[in-house]
């Protein structure tokens, strides 16, 4: 069976797509830390969320969704930088 050989080039793509799931999970908590934060200053004595007005309790709404599929697709992304990581830097995959 033949060995596979990673250039440095693909080793370097393979670390920068590594940084990029990183830097690309935490913005997707950073996103969630400010949008809970928001929801905890603007939350009546009552425990609702109070908006100025339809448009921009929709527009949270959006973020709230947005904010959940970045978290999946930054989670599958650091799984995929994982593993492409352990297929070029080691030789498990093999």
Excluded: P
């Excluded at 905890?40 to 921009?56: I, K, S």
């Excluded at 994982?82 to 830097?89: K, S, T």
């Amino acid at each position: 069976m033949e060995e596979i050989v990673f250039s440095a080039e693909e080793k370097a793509i393979v670390a920068g797509f590594c940084v990029l799931a990183v830097l690309v999970l935490l913005a997707a908590f950073y996103w969630k830390y400010r949008l809970d934060k928001y929801e905890f200053e603007n939350r009546t004595d009552g425990g609702v969320v109070q908006f100025r007005n339809f448009g921009a309790a929709q527009f949270h709404r959006f973020q709230r969704v947005l904010n959940g599929l970045l978290g999946i697709v930054a989670v599958l992304g650091a799984i995929a930088a994982v593993l492409a990581g352990l297929a070029v830097f080691t030789d498990v995959f093999g």
